[in-house]
């Protein structure tokens, strides 16, 4: 070993995984009407961790009910306080098992521990604390003088790229707001939304107010489907979104959806090189890259490209990309063997229309799914890699001469959940920003999150928010 190598610092892999995980209903667990189970695997090694249920339309219906029973019973009746109190029993709770639930999200993700550490689990953690504030103060989050209402029976469907925090985002201001939930985590990663449901009946909420159902995409079907949901929260890809538009569109259920995303990543001349360079890095290869805010078009003006280029070709050498649970990596596994092919095809298609590809030299283990640090340069806006989500650690490249062309280029995708502006001028940052068609616009900075500031796109990207006050109001009737 040189002495410039780190020496190996895993975590080690403290939480109980159980062989067989059924669904979580009515406050107890129950196993699924088909008897069906299926694996679920860690990316870094393809190994099973555990076999967890796989609900149909019967299970769904029966989470609806236990959810609606719980609603009209108990939860709906009690007071905003009262509330509170169960809601921050949550929190609590989970900075208590703070690391049980970082292995976890790595174990099943495959994203570097001190992501799943630093980052998802303090974050979904402070989610709840914020909302538990606000579950007796719903009057004011409305700011008209009117009572606050519930919606009711909310399915909430979360993906596998943060499935803790994704379901804090949610889960967190529904039952502030006195709302029920059916949680469908996704199918690759249930793990962490399982252990959260131990939490829940560890906090003592009522039998009924939080239901985990586990399945694919027929299983979110169902619970979109049925007739007894009043809302539908979803975050996903942009077919997926499209599809249950369509379902819901002419029934009564509120919908928030929160999609895909293309974010320009925008570095004016003037900007704080270093600063920036960081931003770049953290922008795009932070979780392999599997972020829908990822800034995965970066625009570079034109007179400081050559040196961001060699700049960036140095810096993701510096990037370890290895075994998730060692505390010094830097790149992680990518989720699954389906989406590690998407995002081969999609790089092959970018060099076959003539961009150039550059990947950190580094050698890839021999089992799990992983993906280099890349990024590619000549890239025109009509490529592939410039218009579709990749959804991997995959940087493309294009260059600008004025803050209106950089703004144009910017704006030139179906796309608007998010971007970023460098540059040292403050009203240039804020001219920039407040022509791009964004919901989110980062300034000197990228992927900064808190629970008080809202998040969430429009286009293509979908439509209502989480987090802040805005959050609460797509969990109170109008």
Same mark, same amino acid.
């Given at each position: 070993?040189?002495?410039?190598?780190?020496?190996?610092?895993?975590?080690?892999?403290?939480?109980?995984?159980?062989?067989?995980?059924?669904?979580?209903?009515?406050?107890?667990?129950?196993?699924?009407?088909?008897?069906?189970?299926?694996?679920?695997?860690? *990316?870094?090694?393809?190994?099973?961790?555990?076999?967890?249920?796989?609900?149909?339309?019967?299970?769904?219906?029966?989470?609806?009910?236990?959810?609606?029973?719980?609603? $009209?019973?108990?939860?709906? #009746?009690?007071?905003?306080?009262?509330?509170?109190?169960?809601?921050?029993?949550?929190?609590?709770?989970?900075?208590? /098992?703070? /690391?049980?639930?970082?292995?976890?999200?790595?174990?099943?993700?495959? #994203?570097?521990?001190?992501?799943?550490?630093?980052?998802?689990?303090?974050?979904?953690? %402070?989610?709840?604390?914020?909302?538990?504030?606000?579950?007796?103060?719903?009057?004011?989050?409305?700011?008209?003088?009117?009572?606050?209402?519930?919606?009711?029976?909310?399915?909430?469907?979360?993906?596998?790229?943060?499935?803790?925090?994704?379901?804090?985002? #949610?889960?967190?201001?529904?039952?502030?707001?006195?709302?029920?939930?059916?949680? #469908?985590?996704?199918?690759?990663?249930?793990?962490?939304?399982?252990?959260?449901?131990?939490?829940?009946?560890?906090?003592?909420?009522?039998?009924?107010?939080?239901?985990?159902?586990?399945?694919?995409?027929?299983?979110?079907?169902?619970?979109?489907?049925? $007739? &007894?949901?009043?809302?539908?929260?979803?975050?996903?890809?942009?077919?997926?979104?499209?599809?249950?538009?369509? %379902?819901?569109?002419?029934?009564? =259920?509120?919908?928030?959806?929160?999609?895909?995303?293309?974010?320009?990543?925008?570095?004016?001349? &003037?900007? *704080?090189?270093?600063?920036?360079?960081?931003?770049?890095?953290?922008?795009?290869?932070?979780?392999?890259?599997?972020?829908?805010?990822?800034?995965?078009?970066?625009?570079?003006?034109?007179?400081?490209?050559?040196?961001?280029?060699?700049?960036?070709?140095?810096?993701?050498?510096?990037?370890?990309?290895?075994?998730?649970?060692? =505390?010094?990596? &830097?790149?992680?596994?990518?989720?699954?063997?389906?989406?590690?092919?998407?995002?081969?095809?999609?790089?092959?298609?970018?060099?076959?229309?003539?961009?150039?590809?550059?990947?950190?030299?580094?050698?890839?283990? !021999?089992?799990?799914?992983?993906?280099?640090?890349?990024?590619?340069?000549?890239?025109? *806006?009509?490529?592939?890699?410039?218009?579709?989500?990749?959804?991997?650690?995959?940087?493309?490249?294009? @260059?600008?001469? @004025?803050?209106?062309?950089?703004?144009?280029?910017?704006?030139?995708? *179906?796309?608007?959940?998010? %971007?970023?502006?460098?540059?040292?001028?403050?009203?240039?940052?804020?001219?920039?920003?407040?022509?791009?068609? %964004?919901?989110?616009?980062?300034?000197?900075?990228?992927?900064?999150? &808190?629970?008080?500031?809202?998040?969430?796109?429009?286009? !293509?990207?979908?439509?209502?928010?989480?987090?802040?006050?805005?959050?609460?109001?797509?969990?109170?009737?109008?």
């Amino acid at each position: 070993m040189s002495i410039l190598e780190y020496a190996p610092s895993p975590e080690t892999t403290a939480p109980h995984i159980r062989e067989r995980y059924g669904l979580f209903i009515e406050g107890r667990w129950v196993s699924p009407a088909s008897g069906r189970y299926v694996p679920t695997i860690n *990316p870094a090694d393809e190994s099973v961790l555990a076999e967890v249920a796989f609900a149909e339309a019967a299970d769904v219906d029966r989470a609806v009910r236990a959810a609606r029973k719980a609603y $009209d019973k108990y939860w709906r #009746k009690l007071s905003g306080a009262a509330r509170a109190k169960y809601v921050y029993r949550i929190a609590r709770a989970i900075t208590e /098992r703070s /690391r049980e639930l970082a292995v976890l999200e790595t174990l099943n993700g495959g #994203k570097p521990i001190r992501e799943s550490r630093d980052f998802d689990v303090p974050a979904a953690a %402070a989610h709840f604390f914020y909302y538990a504030g606000w579950a007796d103060k719903l009057e004011w989050a409305l700011r008209a003088g009117r009572t606050a209402h519930p919606i009711g029976v909310c399915g909430q469907i979360v993906p596998w790229n943060f499935p803790l925090l994704m379901a804090a985002w #949610k889960l967190a201001p529904a039952l502030a707001c006195g709302n029920t939930v059916v949680l #469908k985590p996704a199918e690759t990663t249930p793990l962490t939304a399982l252990a959260l449901a131990q939490i829940v009946a560890e906090a003592d909420l009522p039998p009924g107010v939080v239901n985990v159902v586990t399945g694919d995409g027929s299983t979110g079907a169902a619970l979109v489907e049925h $007739d &007894d949901v009043d809302k539908i929260a979803f975050t996903g890809s942009t077919e997926v979104g499209k599809i249950i538009a369509r %379902a819901t569109a002419g029934t009564a =259920k509120r919908l928030t959806l929160e999609l895909g995303g293309k974010a320009a990543n925008i570095v004016c001349a &003037d900007a *704080p090189l270093d600063q920036a360079m960081e931003g770049i890095v953290n922008g795009i290869y932070f979780n392999q890259g599997h972020v829908c805010c990822a800034g995965s078009r970066l625009l570079v003006e034109e007179r400081i490209h050559d040196e961001i280029i060699e700049r960036l070709r140095a810096r993701i050498e510096t990037l370890r990309l290895g075994d998730p649970l060692d =505390k010094n990596t &830097d790149i992680g596994a990518i989720n699954s063997r389906a989406q590690l092919d998407k995002i081969h095809e999609l790089v092959d298609s970018g060099v076959e229309a003539g961009a150039t590809l550059v990947q950190q030299s580094c050698w890839l283990p !021999e089992r799990g799914f992983f993906f280099p640090a890349s990024f590619f340069t000549g890239v025109q *806006p009509s490529h592939r890699i410039a218009r579709e989500e990749i959804f991997g650690p995959v940087l493309s490249v294009m @260059t600008f001469r @004025t803050p209106e062309e950089a703004v144009e280029k910017a704006n030139n995708t *179906p796309y608007g959940l998010s %971007a970023g502006v460098w540059t040292d001028k403050g009203s240039k940052n804020m001219w920039i920003a407040q022509q791009l068609r %964004a919901g989110v616009v980062w300034c000197n900075t990228f992927n900064q999150f &808190d629970p008080a500031s809202p998040f969430g796109g429009y286009r !293509e990207s979908g439509f209502g928010r989480e987090g802040g006050v805005h959050g609460l109001h797509e969990y109170l009737a109008h």
